[in-house]
Nanobody, 122 residues
């Protein structure tokens, strides 16, 4: 199963964006889902995760209070609402699904897809 992220773009510091992630195959179960990001020259890092039922959420310290992860369970779609964006949030954002390990580890997810670019100007 491939995951498709969308909603990225160019925004000024302090602005907002909402990312979406959907499975390529309708009806496919994506399990726990997460967002990671990768800036140029850096490793892919954890941003946020949400469990299958949507009731448990996890965040990186760098985005707590600014980003909110959510999902539509019956559509296997996840969202990332990003507010108060900073230039250091600039990265390609990837969504992941079907957790098989730690919420916070890139190796903890089986499904990945093409990311979406987020650029925050100062």
């Amino acid at each position: 199963v491939q995951l498709q992220a969308s909603g990225g773009g160019l925004v000024q510091a302090g602005g907002s964006l909402r990312l979406s992630c959907a499975a390529s195959r309708p009806g496919a179960s994506t399990g726990d889902m997460a967002w990671f990001r990768q800036a140029p020259g850096k490793d892919r890092e954890f941003v946020a995760a949400v469990n299958l039922g949507g009731g448990s959420r996890f965040y990186a310290d760098s985005v707590k209070g600014r980003f909110t992860i959510s999902r539509e369970v019956n559509k296997n779609t996840a969202y990332l609402q990003m507010n108060s964006l900073k230039p250091e949030d600039t990265a390609v954002y990837h969504c992941a699904g079907r957790r098989i390990g730690s919420h916070y580890d890139v190796r903890g997810y089986r499904y990945w897809g093409v990311g979406t670019q987020v650029t925050v100007s100062s």
